[in-house]
């Protein structure tokens, strides 16, 4: 399913309803954040928007992936949550699961599986996050499964170490198989720098399964977009 919106504000208060609605049906809920630039607008819209009406107490957060980066670097996807989320609502700090960037990529990858592994109900033997964020890259990324390690996507382990393809950066990442095991997934994409790969992989174009982000399960997921996004697809 696809909605779209015309800008980053409105697909966030929509985003803030969603997110309401299931902590208020739920006594907690497993949440996997996005990381990179669009949750920033997003988590803004929330801040200002939702501190009040929204238990964080009752939400606990991981994310889908970061960067092996330490927690205060302006590369973190920890830290940018801190900045334009946690910094302005009440969350429990027991309740944040991040990654360990400042260990070892190995050390990193083998905490945050344990953290998984303790915290994250199980469905089918695997966790099973009740709502899971994504974000897409113009290469067709997601989390941080990357075309040229689209092996990753299918790794039997609940998190893997990935590498960006341009800087090297060492990543942790979610398997595929733990994303697809969600119970809803929310593809969180905006920018006309995003609208080939939309088009291809919504409308399974040309070598479409390719992309990581194509290997979503389609079933569980609503794409939240802009119009710049969607751009292809309303033609
Ligand atoms: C990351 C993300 C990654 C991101 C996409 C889109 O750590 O970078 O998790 O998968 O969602 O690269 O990033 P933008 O929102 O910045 O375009």
């Known amino acids: 399913m696809q909605k779209i919106f015309d800008n980053k504000e409105e697909l966030a208060r929509y985003f803030g309803d969603l997110l309401l609605k299931a902590s208020q049906e739920k006594p907690e809920l497993h949440i996997a954040l996005s990381g990179g630039s669009t949750p920033k607008t997003i988590f803004e819209v929330l801040a200002k928007n939702y501190a009040k009406s929204i238990d964080w107490t009752k939400i606990r957060f991981f994310w889908g992936d970061e960067r092996c980066v330490a927690p205060n670097d302006p590369e973190s996807n920890f830290g940018m949550t801190r900045e334009y989320l946690f910094d302005h609502v009440k969350t429990r700090g027991v309740n944040i699961f991040r990654v360990k960037g400042e260990l070892t990529p190995n050390e990193a990858l083998a905490d945050y599986i344990r953290q998984i592994d303790e915290n994250v109900p199980k469905l089918n033997g695997l966790p099973c996050f009740d709502m899971m964020l994504l974000g897409m890259g ?94 292809k697809l309303m033609k």
């Not at 299918?154 to 893997?160: L, T, V």
């Not at 720098?193 to 919504?202: L, Y």
């Not at 390719?210 to 997921?221: E, F, G, H, L, R």
């Open 138 to 231: 113009d290469d067709g990324h997601t989390a941080s499964i990357f075309p040229h390690q689209a092996q990753l996507w299918n790794s039997k382990a609940i998190c893997e170490l990935a590498q960006h393809p341009e800087t090297g950066q060492n990543r942790v990442t979610l398997s595929g198989n733990v994303i697809n095991n969600s119970q809803q997934i929310f593809f969180l994409v905006t920018g006309g720098n995003k609208a080939e790969k939309v088009d291809e992989i919504i409308n399974q174009k040309g070598n479409y399964k390719q992309y990581p982000a194509a290997m979503v399960d389609t079933n569980k997921t609503v794409w939240l977009m802009d119009a710049d996004a969607a751009n």
